[in-house]
């Protein structure tokens, strides 16, 4: 290989190295300490990670990033395919509505969590004022078993527009004859649905899925915008906790969540990346 290339590597590597890796491996070492961030610090072993599986504000962290991240998923894969669908179907003007459907995507995170708080905290009440749906005339976020909803809708609001590119693409694929074929036998279109479309974009389907349940168990930003974790702390993500612990002086603890989180994280980049080299079926 030309040595030209390691020159323009080396950068590339260090700046990765310092901001990255020792950074990461920094973090490790620390979750074997009682280190409040600086100082001096003594090493306690695995004492961080055991009082950490049994603590109940962390497992709640957990158990409420997994559960939306789950329902989120499910939310956007099916809102995506039906837009993918309808996108590449026989409509007019359908470049002008794939880039009205794309916008939310390229929208920070944060911008999208302030508009949607004052929409949920004001809009929606007072029109449920206005029609008579009493279940609706107080905002939703200040409802403990109601405002993971909050964060469902509005995080799949911005993550759609990325799934539903990856269907369009993966419905371009699939020949015409088939459905040709499948509509003279008969077939209605919920039945190609089933039986043609779903099976032959089933890798892109995965893929989806895998990528989409990876990204949403980091959402953070939509989390601070809508309810900062509130009320109380019934929408605490891990992501959450982790930095509510470095501002209240619980860093090796933190590091140790934080370790737990970045090892799930990479199995599930590791099951993508699998994917992705062949193992599903495109």
């Known amino acids: 290989m030309d040595r030209t290339h390691f020159v323009f590597l080396i950068p590339v590597v260090a700046l990765f190295t310092l901001c990255i890796t020792l950074p990461a491996v920094m973090g490790i070492f620390f979750s074997f300490t009682d280190s409040i961030g600086f100082g001096e610090f003594s090493f306690v072993g695995l004492n961080n990670y055991i009082v950490m599986f049994s603590d109940p504000a962390i497992l709640s962290a957990y158990g409420f990033t997994i559960g939306v991240a789950l329902s989120t998923v499910v939310l956007v894969n099916v809102a995506a395919l039906g837009l993918a669908i309808g996108l590449t179907g ?19 995170g944060i911008i999208i969590a ?5 929409i949920f905290s004001n809009t929606v009440p007072a029109a449920a004022r206005a029609i008579g749906i009493g279940a609706l005339e107080e905002s939703i976020l200040a409802d403990p078993s109601l405002a993971w909803i909050s964060i469902v809708l509005v995080t799949a609001w911005q993550a759609t527009p990325q799934a539903m590119l990856i269907y369009i ?3 371009m694929t699939v020949p015409q004859d088939v459905y040709e074929a499948s509509a003279i036998d008969g077939a209605s279109p919920w039945k190609q649905l089933r039986s043609i479309t779903l099976p032959l974009i ?17 959402t953070y930003e939509i989390i601070v915008g809508l309810t900062d974790g509130g009320p ?5 993500s891990v992501a959450m906790a982790i930095f509510s ?12 969540n934080s370790t737990i989180f970045f090892l799930i994280t990479l199995a599930i980049a590791l099951i993508q990346l699998r994917l992705t080299r062949g193992n599903a079926r495109f």
């Open 245 to 256: 612990g470095f501002e209240e002086g619980d860093y090796a603890y933190q590091m140790a």
């Open 114 to 118: 302030f508009v949607f708080q004052f």
């Open 232 to 236: 109380g702390t019934a929408t605490r």
């Open 90 to 108: 026989r409509i007019r003007a359908k470049t002008a509505l794939r880039t009205v459907f794309v916008m939310p995507m390229v929208v920070s």
């Open 169 to 171: 693409a993966a419905l």
């Open 202 to 218: 089933s890798g892109f389907v995965l893929i989806n899925v895998i990528i989409g349940f990876k990204d949403f168990l980091a």
